[in-house]
DNA sequence: CGGAAGATCCTCT
DNA sequence: GAGGATCTTCCGG
């Protein structure tokens, strides 16, 4: 676990939630990896990302604001959640305006039994290997959209480095060709291989 | 105002 | 690996 503070609170050598994600949306994809993610007392290690821009064909921003997307376009280290596919919800964190961060894997640490209730498995892996999957396990929903990271029922806590991979994004049909997807080298909890 | 597409997941084969 | 579930959003007409 982190022997630092919250990002918000103790941040990494003095950088602060918004220092933090005021930068570009790849840096902060990469950072992200090893992060703990605490929400509802539920949670743990990132595994995976994803980055999109406003310029990004694939992104919910590519034309400008919308009555959905409103909260890629509040403070950096904002939260942005959207329903997809009619079923699920998909997890986003803000950076500068109309850039965000998908968070596609997560590393069960806290709360596994409950998060194990609500995805329906006991299998550690499948408890938050996707950016659906996790949002079940976590009970995370548009009840909690449009909030800062640094305020309940959210807490993200620092990393130290961590080995890398990156492929491309998972899912789209625009852009499909940029490598803007991230991953922890030979974690056991992603969504797919990378390759 | 209709319709197609969608940053997914699960269950088959 | 393919197909279905399910429904909101947004664009085009």
Known sequence: MNTQGP????????????????????????????CHLVVNGMGGRITETEAYFPDDEASHSFRGPTKRNGAMYGPPGNVYIYRIYGMYWCLNFVCTPGS????????PESGIVEMAERRGTDQLTSLCSGPGKLCQAMDIGIAIN??????????????????????????????????????????????????
């Open 7 to 34: 990002i918000s609170a103790a941040p990494l050598e003095g950088v602060t939630l918004r220092d933090f994600f005021e930068r570009d949306a790849i840096a902060v994809a990469r950072d992200l990896l090893g």
């Open 100 to 107: 965000a961060v998908l968070i596609r894997a997560i590393e």
């Open 146 to 195: 449009d909030r800062l990271l640094d305020r309940e029922p959210y807490a993200l806590f620092p990393s130290s480095p961590v080995p890398i991979v990156s492929g491309t994004r998972i899912g789209i049909t625009k852009n499909a060709e940029a490598p803007w997807r991230f991953g922890i080298q030979g974690s056991r909890y992603l969504s797919k291989p990378f390759r």
